[in-house]
């Protein structure tokens, strides 16, 4: 990395120092998750202030200073702005829980990871707001997947018995895997949710798909409601503790 460098990227988080300077959390294709200073973003009259707020993409034209070890953002060619996401309360809700699941938990390919983020973000920004749930659930079980994280959908984690696809499985919380009846056991602390053979099915048939055909279609509302919880389990599982934005999103996701 030169001095001088850009490189596309989306704006994940932002926290305040001083008066009117602004930390960004980026994802970089090219360089992954890292940080750096929009300095006077905060100020009324800051050329960053607004192309340097979460959710934000484009080109990030940056500057290392080697003495000081830090990024400064020098200017930002914003393309997409996601507007459609921050006026809906619902579209924004599941656009936070990406941001967040990348911010706690990215640790694998950049550019792959990058591609899903910008992706499914162009997409929810586009979409009915009745199918932003079916971008949830891709983003995260695609996201879970790059991790190598993804349960078997064919199968009993416990006992390795095939599923057969007129049967579903288990989620039992906080344990990878999906289970017949007979190994997820009783209910524990956090409870058992049953996947139909609808809910397992669609995603094992969506993997293959690109997003934009995967979210158009989707099992029987039952089986749907019982898959988002169940990836929001999961995903909560892989960062390793609840996340905020799911927190506050309760009601709305
Ligand atoms: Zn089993």
Known sequence: MSRSFQTGGIVLR?????EIHKGVTLLSPDHGLFSAVAYGAYSAKGKLRSVTNPLCAGTFFLYRDPV????????MDCRDFFEGVRSSIAKFFIASVWLEMVLKTFGGDAAETFALLRGSLRLLEACAEE?????LVQFLW?????????????????CGEARGENRGLVYR?????????GCAGAPGAGGLVPLSAGALN????SRGLPLEKAAACAPDA?????LKQALLFLAEDFAGGPLNSVRTGKGIL
């Open 222 to 226: 039952a089986s749907f409601a019982a």
């Open 173 to 181: 919380r906080g344990v990878s895997g999906f289970f017949c009846r």
């Open 202 to 205: 669609y995603l094992a048939y």
């Open 142 to 158: 695609r996201y879970l997947g790059l991790a190598g994280c993804a349960p078997d959908t064919g199968a009993c984690a416990g």
């Open 14 to 18: 932002n926290n305040r120092f001083g």
């Open 68 to 75: 000081k070890d830090a990024v400064k953002i020098t200017d």
């Open 131 to 135: 199918a932003a749930p079916r971008l």
